[in-house]
């Protein structure tokens, strides 16, 4: 396991950048036009990017962008 060390303010962008990522992942996922495939990925993504997210974030912030499973 590879350890990671960021001073604040690098954490802070870090949060920042994968709360950009998770919102502009909900908004693709919420487009009628996009594949059910695609989607999938998209979701698989997500998950990826929440689970990292939820190793830094607070509580409150990860329950935020908790996504339920959505019904195709």
Do not use: T, W
């Not at 509580?59 to 962008?65: F, K, V």
Request: overall charge positive; some cysteine; charged content about 40%.
């Amino acid at each position: 396991m590879v350890g990671v060390l960021l001073n604040h303010q690098e954490l802070h962008e870090f949060e920042y950048v994968l709360k950009k990522e998770m919102e502009e992942l909900r908004f693709d996922l919420e487009d009628q036009k996009i594949d059910a495939i695609v989607k999938s990925v998209l979701e698989e993504r997500y998950q990826i990017i929440y689970r990292l997210f939820c190793r830094f974030a607070k509580p409150s912030d990860c329950r935020r962008y908790l996504r339920r499973k959505q019904r195709n």
